[in-house]
């Protein structure tokens, strides 16, 4: 593209990224992601939701937590709320209490949506252990200003 003069802008990569991503392309994916935010480009949030649940639909957290960590603030914590209501969405409960348990670490504020959605979500699966777990973890930090949004 850039021998002709075009270059890619934000929404080329993602469509790069969403293809790469459905063939099961995530090294590739992930790449062309770290080469978008290397120059200056921010993903769309269906970009970052895109390549981190791809990871975790491989049970690879780890990587998809590592996509979100160039994100500020702000965008990792919407990222975030909404990747655990997919998670949860999937049955992934586990995995979405690991990405919450990230979340209350970077933002005290609880998202109402995300919290009631996980343990509506939870308690139809019989999963009360995780609940209740989350639930020590706010209730200890409301000491520490944790507060519902």
């Not at 981190?52 to 914590?77: F, H, N, P, Q």
Request: overall charge neutral.
């Amino acid at each position: 593209m850039s021998n002709h003069g075009c270059f890619p802008d934000s929404i080329t990569y993602g469509a790069l990224i969403s293809g790469l991503c459905k063939e099961s392309k995530l090294d590739d994916a992930r790449n062309l992601y770290d080469a978008m935010m290397d120059k200056g480009m921010s993903p769309c949030e269906v970009t970052r939701l895109t390549l981190a649940y791809e990871y975790c639909k491989k049970d690879d957290s780890c990587t998809g937590m590592a996509v979100l960590d160039r994100l500020e603030k702000k965008l990792w914590i919407r990222t975030v709320n909404t990747l655990v209501r997919k998670l949860c969405s999937e049955e992934k409960f586990e995995m979405a209490a690991l990405f919450f348990h990230n979340l209350l670490d970077k933002d005290p504020v609880v998202n109402r949506v995300t919290l009631l959605g996980f343990m509506n979500k939870c308690y139809e699966s019989n999963r009360y252990g995780l609940v209740s777990e989350l639930s020590e973890r706010i209730c200890e930090g409301n000491g520490k200003h944790n507060a519902l949004n």
